[in-house]
């Protein structure tokens, strides 16, 4: 089964808004990867956070993680109409396993 | 330096028939993942290899799914008699870091499946 659920589904916002995914999982974790597919390409790595970590950011993107709720989020600022993609949450339990994912549309 | 390369990109078969897909990992990456794709929804784990060996093959749907990796390095998923369920984009990725703990994945383009 897949690990990793990612909430909304699909998020349509303007440039220059802030963006918000989740993701939620089942079991105990090593670490959680976020990932972003471009419509028919391989998935890009964007960053990912230990389960000793609570917060961590890369440019315009911050990721916390809560294991006690065992969820994690994705906020990317300042969205550009490029960041329009879909986004993954992968969690590292001695595999990767995916969510279904986040497609986020950023309208310029 | 070279990515992960797919081999072949697309591949158009016949319910039945049984087809090779190939992965070139980056060179020196000990972990390599095999992931099957459909429109719309999030990569589904297939195996996880750790040098030669399957380190976790239970996402493979069934008998007639089946990966190697003999050196270590090259893997090669393979399909017989493949189904029209079969179609999607097969995904593989690579990592110099292996589980638990596993670093950043790099994946391929992927090889796009059609069974008609």
């Known amino acids: 089964s897949q690990q990793g659920e990612e909430d909304p589904q699909a998020l349509s916002i303007q440039e220059g808004e802030n963006a918000t995914m989740n993701c939620s999982y089942k079991?105990?974790?090593?670490?959680l990867q976020w990932y972003r597919q471009n419509s028919g390409r391989g998935l890009v790595h964007l960053i990912l956070?230990?389960?000793?970590?609570r917060e961590k950011h890369s440019g315009r993107l911050r990721v916390t993680l809560d294991t006690s709720k065992k969820s994690s989020s994705l906020l990317i600022t300042a969205s550009r109409a490029a960041d329009t993609a879909s986004y993954f949450c992968?969690?590292?339990?001695?595999?990767?396993?995916f969510g279904a994912g986040t497609r986020l549309t950023v309208k310029p | 330096g070279a990515g992960v390369s797919q081999t072949p990109s697309n591949k158009v078969t016949e319910k039945g028939k049984y087809v090779e897909l190939r992965c070139d990992p980056i060179?020196?990456?000990?972990?390599l993942y095999w992931y099957r794709q459909s429109l719309g929804q999030g990569p589904e784990f297939l195996i996880y290899?750790?040098?030669?060996?399957?380190?976790?093959d239970s996402g493979l749907p069934n008998d007639r799914f089946f990966a190697v990796r003999p050196e270590g390095s090259v893997s090669t998923l393979k399909i017989q008699r493949t189904e029209r369920g079969d179609s999607a984009v097969y995904l593989c990725?690579?990592?110099?870091?292996?589980?638990?703990?596993?670093?950043?994945?790099?994946f391929g383009e992927g090889s796009r499946l059609t069974v008609l």
């Open positions: 079991t105990s974790i090593n670490n």
């Open positions: 290899f750790q040098g030669t060996g399957a380190a976790d």
């Open positions: 990725a690579s990592s110099p870091v292996p589980s638990p703990n596993t670093g950043e994945l790099f």
């Open positions: 956070i230990r389960s000793n970590e």
């Open positions: 992968a969690k590292d339990n001695n595999d990767m396993r």
């Open positions: 060179s020196g990456h000990t972990a």
